[in-house]
Each structure stands twice: as C-alpha cells, then as structure tokens.
C-alpha cells in the first residue's frame, strides 16, 4: 500500500472493497476508482460541451463573423 497513514477503520473498508472487486492490492483499487472519477468527470464535460454546440447550431456563422471584423480587437 502507499505510504499514506489511515485509520484502521478506513483500511479495513478498503480491503473489503479490494477483496470484494478482487484486485490483487489497495494501489490497484485506488488506480481504479481514480480512473472511474475522471472518467465520469470527462463525461459530464463531454455532456455539456454537446450542449453549448446544439445552442451553437441555430448561430448564423457569416453574421458572426461579420460581427467580429467590426471588433475593435
């Protein structure tokens, strides 16, 4: 296990989950759950992006851009 004090209590429900989704030690459980939080985050943010392009879809890209040659910057 990393060098990383814990509680009794949370190392003995960390070898339970280790034993119950059968990886060989804690680091590869906490590899896993790491992994599946970004995952889920990396969806949340793919979801959202999808939705501020489906609002995108209605914009009339050559009035836009007309818009921005008139742009002081």
């Known amino acids: 296990m990393t060098s990383v004090s814990v509680s009794l209590e949370t190392r003995r429900q960390l070898n ?3 034993s119950m989704m059968e990886f060989k030690n804690i680091d590869l459980l906490l590899e896993h759950l ?9 969806n949340a943010e793919s979801k959202q992006l999808k ?3 489906d609002r995108l879809e209605n914009v009339d890209v050559n009035t836009l851009i007309e818009k921005l040659e008139l742009s002081p910057f």
Do not use: I, P, T, V
């Not at 790491?34 to 990396?42: A, C, D, N, V």
């Open 34 to 42: 790491l992994m599946e939080k970004r995952l889920s985050r990396l």
């Open 16 to 18: 339970e989950m280790r």
């Open 51 to 53: 939705a501020h392009l």
